[in-house]
T-cell receptor, first 116, second 115 residues
Framework: AQKITQTQPGMFVQEKEAVTLDCTYDTSDPSYGLFWYKQPSSGEMIFLIYQGSYDQQNATEGRYSLNFQKARKSANLVISASQLGDSAMYFCAMSLPRTSYDKVIFGPGTSLSVIP | DAGITQSPRYKITETGRQVTLMCHQTWSHSYMFWYRQDLGHGLRLIYYSAAADITDKGEVPDGYVVSRSKTENFPLTLESATRSQTSVYFC??????????????FGPGTRLLVL
């Protein structure tokens, strides 16, 4: 079954520390994409980072990096030097190519709280 | 540049009533999507549209109807609202059907409460 699992419902991190948010996925499709979105308390969904299943190198975007371990089917998000503004819900998602569009499956989310 | 907007932002209705949630995007993106967000489920796709007058069902379409007479608008209608449709609804748009670097851009969401 195609599924995204995020086992950490809530996380705390000290400001300026690094934090890893876990994500595991399940699919038998050889081609897929992995995303992370941030949802602050205001509610909007903000795209953070993307990794394709055939990408050799781990994706990085500023303070965000995606630790892609294909054999373990994991796509953890690493946030370096946490800031108070990083407090939000974080969703891991997987895209699967279909005939007419890419099906996107979201995980249940992890709530991150950054402590001053 | 407004991007993608949703209205209303908050809605309270009663069981059995018809409700329409509006979505408008200014980018002329071909692809538009409706998701619902429920605790413990993340986002689930309700309907998507590849172009004006082309729509298709997503993961949880029952109880919903969509239309797309114009590229920029993609309204979602609950024909007879039920309590289980209490949720946060997100509209999204994309230039490409291929989610990847060309990602989906999300609206601010509509919080719907069905009493």
């Amino acid at each position: 079954a195609q599924k995204i699992t995020q086992t950490q419902p809530g996380m705390f991190v000290q400001e300026k520390e690094a934090v890893t948010l876990d994500c595991t996925y399940d699919t038998s499709d050889p081609s897929y994409g992995l995303f992370w979105y941030k949802q602050p308390s205001s509610g909007e969904m903000i795209f953070l980072i993307y990794q394709g299943s055939y990408d050799q190198q781990n994706a990085t975007e500023g303070r965000y990096s995606l630790n892609f371990q294909k054999a373990r089917k994991s796509a953890n998000l690493v946030i370096s030097a946490s800031q108070l503004g990083d407090s939000a819900m974080y969703f891991c998602a997987m895209s699967l190519p279909r005939t007419s569009y890419d099906k996107v499956i979201f995980g249940p989310g992890t709530s991150l709280s950054v402590i001053p | 540049d407004a991007g993608i907007t949703q209205s209303p932002r908050y809605k309270i209705t009663e069981t059995g009533r018809q409700v329409t949630l509006m979505c408008h995007q200014t980018w002329s993106h071909s692809y538009m999507f409706w998701y619902r967000q429920d605790l413990g489920h993340g986002l689930r796709l309700i309907y998507y549209s590849a172009a004006a007058d082309i729509t298709d069902k997503g993961e949880v379409p029952d109880g919903y109807v969509v239309s797309r007479s114009k590229t920029e608008n993609f309204p979602l209608t609950l024909e007879s609202a039920t309590r289980s449709q209490t949720s946060v609804y997100f509209c999204a748009s994309s230039e490409s059907p291929r989610a990847g670097v060309e990602t989906q851009y999300f609206g601010p969401g509509t919080r719907l409460l069905v009493l």
